[in-house]
């Protein structure tokens, strides 16, 4: 009953503050329109058929892969789908059963953020880091733009895992190792990425924990506990040990170093949280890595998913909020850790620099002997130990950071595994998370009740700070008085700073808020499924084919059942096309894993049964297993039938590493119930006040958030959340679909086939001018194309982007099958799309001007769609011009021609016979004069010539970019008998020749240059 009566306000605030992000997914039917949240619930129809015939956790997903079933279960981690299937059960169809999931995953952002927070900074702090964690500009991407489900769930889980790990090592108690190993398991069940990248981090601050947490330090919590308890006789014991230690020791220093001991005994627990927690996940975990050979891992590494081509630069790492465009299918939301994230960090990271500095100031002006008599009098300057944690979070937020960055592939490049991120930019998640505990201490230097501004047992300070600095920010309030309001709501002094900052990381992410694309799925079915993978490309409901079994080298096309699929019957399985004439089939029961079949042949055949292989598949006829073999390169199932009436059963069956993952979970599942148990036991007997077990293990003094706070923090999120609705038009952005206000440039250039256009290229950013490009190395270009459907599709097309010669030789291409990932067939013709497209460079190319052309075309039949009105199948969107680094000149140029060319320099080499000329002029010129190269004997007559613009013909002079130094180098004919050769330029329409004059200005003879070539 006391539970009830005294609700713990903190948690109760940290389940209301997602109540923005939230409310968007309760008022809109139907899921996000996201890139990936199809996939998803497509997959889900899968699971949804397998629950129904019984099957909880199915391995094979029967209708993908066109019908011819794939391994997805086993390789996609199941949380997502299993939770959705949760929630299905209560009515709910499964577009708003996966809806429920995101907003369970809110709540659990939320919820473990504050458990966490609370532990290390104290409950108020901890609604900060709450705050932080929720309303941060990657976690609404992911939900509203993205829809990663899989991670997304699993990122909820990092605080958890980090509150039951601290809880176990520093109590000692069997619910956090029940806690610790269940929410270990979450993650590896939510998303394997994830657990890679949070694993350093995991594995560095358990070890963090058992090495700088004192050595009697659990024991001593453990006390506290039984204390709270009524354990009178723990506590005198303790204070008599307390006062002996101070009478017959040395006072402590706050520079003392913390025991540091590591006993093997204190590995126990936490080791047993780690085994358990790996063997409740290992019957997903142990397969999918154990079997990861069985399928086609390769394509996640390349192409769109190198790593090399998704690192985030540091202006979109810091980039401030802006609007959404509600008309793009993809609006522009940048990979940004978040304004009021980055503005926490730095005055966490400041504060901690700064009280850092005192305490080494302090050291060093005060002899150690005063400093050690002193600590019997106030003193709120924190201990160096209390400090590590603020340490250990801000390391592993640079850490992150920098991995996300291009400084860092190096080391991506280095570490083994690390390439199968696919996206630096996957950092964010960690990074947020440190950011927000980091935050969360800057905010304990506002609130002086904490013991990081005491020693252990002394009693709360009264006296002023150490710190004017420190008395100031500790004591900024608006006094309750004037505000006509209970004292209490602003206790502490520091609340209107807290009610403050949760506010602004809420307002200051305000764009992100007003989500308005929506698509109602209800309850999808396999057509449903079939038919999405026919639209959208994505073969298996994946990216590249990721999960087809490797024997499928050639993938399925959708043309063999798709009949079948559209028509609802059962699917013709046994490929008809090896059937010998008057032979029949009937199609007895069909299952998440297994077929049965009637078969009635008049004479013996090969078999082939439209069923990709995978290891587990077993074929018996009437009841008996009997060999078969793959087909290459499709990975079909064959094998030789006999005439006669026969019944015949496909079985998808377990393999040792199956069979060993799924005993290893029901083996923990098991001891894990009876740690329940025995931790329920122990927690009814001594009926332990909820607010009490979660205290900060660094509070002497912890003030649970107090019900006036709660109330109006609560008040002022609902009043807020009525006001932000009307506020809606101000906080977004609405363009014409024909004239997208992002573009820089606004286009209206129609591709279509026949008469008839179909997709029209809207708008675009601006180009660079040049490029520069450097010996040996590769360069980018990067530019955004707007592009819109102005009808429904039928087919998927791509978009190209050339890098062409004037003559249209294409030297570079940037090809996207599907733009952003998104199919054209999936485009409404209301929207448009956004396509960012980046231009690899090769070395080696002529630093010339080029044509960027684009198009579209159609993958299957290679087929360009064509330029409207008109026959041309490229629009071109510009020039670029390749400038490598300027070369060293000389002080005086050689020759002027005409009154804007420059020739600097002329240098002969006999071997090969080569003649390298710099040229350069001021201004654009308009006529295409020729270069002339006369070679000469030695009474000037001519022996031959090499004529032409630079770079055999393709840099004509109109095409010279102003202030380059264009370096001409022209291999020569046969100079035997050469004495000189003379340069000039001429029109070759008139004949006539520029005039030329010498650095003086003094005009040459014959308008040439003559430069003599030694023998």
Not at 144 to 152: S, V
Not at 184 to 207: K, R, T, V
Not at 745 to 773: C, K, M, S, W, Y
Request: proline fraction near 11%.
């Amino acid at each position: 009953m006391r539970r009830w009566l005294n609700p713990d306000y903190g948690l109760l605030l940290a389940l209301l503050l997602p109540l923005f992000a939230i409310i968007p997914l309760l008022t809109h039917a139907g899921l996000p329109n996201t890139a990936d949240g199809p996939a998803h619930l497509m997959r889900q129809v899968e699971l949804n058929q397998a629950w129904q015939e019984g099957n909880f956790y199915p391995r094979w997903g029967r209708d993908l892969a066109f019908g011819h079933g794939m391994p997805i279960f086993s390789y996609a981690p199941p949380a997502l789908y299993q939770l959705t299937q949760l929630f299905h059960l209560s009515g709910l169809p499964l577009d708003a059963a996966m809806k429920a999931v995101l907003v369970f995953d809110f709540l659990l952002y939320s919820l473990g953020m504050f458990l966490f927070a609370r532990r290390l900074f104290g409950p108020y702090p901890a609604l900060v880091a709450a705050a932080l964690y929720v309303y941060a500009p990657y976690r609404l991407r992911e939900s509203y733009i993205q829809g990663n489900y899989g991670q997304f769930t699993g990122l909820a889980f990092y605080p958890l895992i980090l509150w039951a790990f601290h809880g176990l090592i520093t109590t000692r108690r069997p619910g956090y190792l029940v806690a610790a190993a269940v929410t270990l398991a979450g993650l590896l069940f939510s998303h394997n990425i994830s657990f890679m990248l949070f694993a350093p981090m995991f594995g560095a601050y358990l070890l963090f924990l058992l090495i700088l947490t004192p050595g009697d330090e659990a024991r001593t919590r453990g006390g506290e506990d039984t204390r709270r308890r009524g354990h009178e006789e723990t506590r005198t014991r303790r204070d008599e040990e307390t006062k002996k230690h101070t009478t017959h020791q040395r006072k402590a220093s706050p520079w003392d170093a913390p025991r540091t001991t590591l006993h093997i005994s204190r590995l126990t627990l936490p080791l047993a949280a780690l085994l358990l927690g790996l063997g409740l996940a290992a019957i997903f975990w142990l397969p999918a890595f154990g079997e990861r050979h069985e399928i086609q891992l390769a394509g996640i590494t390349q192409g769109f998913f190198d790593f090399r081509e998704n690192f985030i630069s540091l202006s979109e790492f810091f980039a401030p909020p802006f609007p959404l465009d509600l008309a793009a299918i993809n609006p522009e939301f940048p990979l940004s850790l978040g304004l009021p994230q980055i503005i926490g960090a730095g005055l966490g990271l400041a504060s901690l620099l700064l009280i850092s500095f005192f305490l080494l100031k302090q050291q060093i002006n005060q002899p150690t002997n005063q400093l050690r008599d002193n600590q019997t009098s106030p003193s709120l300057l924190p201990t160096p130990y209390s400090l590590l944690p603020a340490f250990f979070f801000a390391f592993f937020l640079l850490l992150y950071t920098f991995l996300a960055l291009p400084q860092s592939q190096p080391l991506w490049e280095a570490i083994p595994l690390l390439e199968l991120a696919e996206f630096p930019w996957r950092m964010l998640g960690p990074a947020i998370f440190c950011a927000s505990l980091i935050a969360a201490f800057g905010f304990t230097i506002y609130d002086l009740r904490f013991t990081i501004y005491k020693s252990p047992g002394s009693q709360p300070h009264t006296a002023k700070p150490n710190s004017n600095f420190l008395f100031l920010f500790s004591n900024f309030h608006l006094p309750s008085s004037i505000l006509h309001l209970p004292s209490s709501i602003f206790y502490p002094p520091s609340s209107i700073l807290y009610l403050l900052a949760i506010f602004l990381a809420i307002a200051l992410n305000a764009y992100y808020l007003y989500p308005s694309q929506f698509i109602v799925w209800g309850t999808p079915g396999p057509a449903d499924a079939f038919a999405y993978e026919v639209t959208s490309g994505a073969i298996g409901t994946t990216s590249t084919g990721e999960f087809l079994p490797r024997h499928a080298r050639q993938h399925p096309r959708p043309d063999a059942l798709w009949p079948d699929y559209a028509a609802g019957r059962p699917p013709q399985k046994i490929d008809p096309a090896t059937f010998p004439p008057g032979a029949t089939v009937e199609t007895i029961v069909r299952r998440a894993e297994s077929d049965t079949f009637r078969i009635n042949t008049p004479q013996d055949f090969i078999a082939t049964v439209r069923t990709l292989y995978w290891p587990g598949w077993q074929v018996y006829l009437n009841g008996q297993p009997i060999p078969f073999t793959v087909t290459d390169p499709t990975g079909l199932i064959q094998f030789p039938l006999p005439a006669g009436d026969h019944t015949l059963t496909l079985q998808l069956e377990s393999t040792p590493l199956r069979t060993t993952g799924q005993w290893l979970t029901l083996l923990s599942a098991a001891i894990l119930i009876i740690i329940s148990s025995f931790a329920l036991k122990q927690a009814s007997r001594s009926q332990p006040d909820i607010s009490s077990n979660l205290q900060s293990p660094i509070s002497n003094l912890q003030s649970p958030v107090s019900s006036h706070f709660f109330a109006l923090t609560t008040a002022l999120l609902v009043i807020g959340y009525l006001i932000s609705r009307p506020l809606a038009p101000l906080f977004t952005l609405q363009s014409n679909p024909d004239h997208p206000q992002p573009a820089e440039q606004a286009l209206q250039v129609d591709f279509g086939t026949g008469q008839t256009p179909l997709l029209r290229l809207v708008g675009a950013d601006n180009l660079p001018r040049t490029v520069q490009i450097s010996p040996g190395s590769e360069a980018e270009l990067t530019t955004t194309l707007y592009w819109r459907a102005l009808q429904e599709l039928d087919t998927n097309y791509a978009v190209f982007l050339h890098l062409d010669t004037p003559g249209g030789q294409t030297l570079a291409t940037a090809d996207e099958r599907h733009p952003e990932n998104i199919p054209t067939r999936n485009w409404p013709p209301g929207l448009y799309l956004r396509n960012p497209l980046h231009l690899q460079i090769p070395p080696g190319l002529p630093p010339i001007r080029y044509e960027l052309n684009t198009g579209l075309y159609d993958p299957q039949t290679q087929q360009r769609l064509t330029l409207l009105p008109g026959e041309a199948t490229t629009y071109r969107l510009g020039f670029i011009w390749l400038t490598p680094p300027q070369p060293a000149l000389p002080p005086t140029p050689l020759a002027h021609f005409g009154p804007d060319i420059t020739l600097w320099q002329g240098d002969f080499s006999a071997d090969p016979p080569t003649l390298t000329l710099s040229w350069q002029t001021d201004r654009a010129l308009q006529q295409d004069d020729t270069i002339f190269v006369h070679l000469l004997d030695a009474q000037g007559q001519l022996l031959t010539q090499a004529d032409g613009a630079p770079y055999e013909g393709l840099y004509p002079l109109s095409h010279w970019l102003p202030g380059q130094i264009i370096t001409d180098a022209r291999p020569l004919p046969d100079t035997a008998g050469l004495a000189s050769i003379a340069i000039g330029i001429y029109s070759p329409i008139t004949g006539q020749r520029l005039p030329a004059a010498n650095a003086a200005g003094q005009p040459l003879p014959d308008n040439r240059l003559l430069i003599p070539v030694k023998p």
